[in-house]
């Protein structure tokens, strides 16, 4: 199966993916996740896009677009995969569409995840993650049971994304309505969208999504 999750930031994505990866075995493609590694690794693409992602905005299509069709060389995504956070712009989603022909892997659905956008900026500012596990939390939406000590695995160190405050999320709110928000129309032409309720639990969500991927079985 393969996948394409998009909403604004803070809306679930990442979330869905890992729970996507674990019930179905795909592959996670975070393009999220792979400049925060360059990032750390501090390659030349590392370097070019921390001030970028930092100030909240996309990091150029040239860039993602040599990251992903990198990517999809690797073997592993021929079971599948779950697109998080890339296309991002149009010209990203024609890059990707070339992409998926050339490979005879067309995407089967793009799921659209739908909040208020009241409710990102509280979602994402309180956000933090278990550095041993990745399980996600929330300072006052979804905190830990025990304070400081992760539920899942009992690891004691966590991490918050340097563009998860208050300012960046506005920007990256911003990015998402310039940029990213032309898709929603674009997946729809094309008969590939699926609309989501991300506001409820994260499970309701699941649940909704299970069931899109059981008709596209049939
Ligand atoms: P994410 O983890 O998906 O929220 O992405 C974090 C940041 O990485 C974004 O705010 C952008 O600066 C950058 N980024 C991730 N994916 C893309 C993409 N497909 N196009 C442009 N920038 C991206």
Request: negative net charge.
């Amino acid at each position: 199966m393969r996948l394409n999750l998009i909403g604004p930031p803070g809306a679930g994505k990442g979330t869905q993916a890992h729970r996507l990866v674990e019930r179905h075995n795909l592959v996670q493609l975070s393009t999220g996740d792979m400049l925060r590694q360059a990032v750390t690794a501090g390659t030349e693409i590392g370097l070019k896009a921390k001030s970028v992602m930092d100030a909240g905005q996309l990091v150029s299509d040239e860039i993602v677009i040599g990251i992903i069709s990198e990517r999809l060389d690797n073997r592993d995504v021929r079971n599948g995969f779950v697109l998080d956070g890339f296309p991002r712009t149009l010209a990203q989603a024609d890059a990707l569409a070339g992409l998926l022909e050339e490979k005879r892997m067309p995407l089967d659905r793009v799921i659209l995840l739908e909040v208020d956008d009241e409710a990102l900026v509280e979602r994402i500012s309180g956000r933090f993650t278990c550095s041993n596990c990745g399980a996600g939390y929330n300072d006052t939406l979804a905190p830990t049971k025990q304070p400081g000590v992760c539920d899942k695995c009992g690891a004691t160190e966590f991490s918050r994304r340097s563009d998860d405050n208050a300012e960046t999320v506005r920007e990256r709110l911003l990015a998402y309505y310039k940029s990213t928000s032309p898709l929603i129309g674009y997946y729809h032409a094309k008969d590939l969208l699926s609309r989501v309720d991300g506001m409820g639990e994260m499970e309701a969500a699941a649940a909704a999504i299970e069931e899109i991927l059981a008709a596209i079985r049939g």
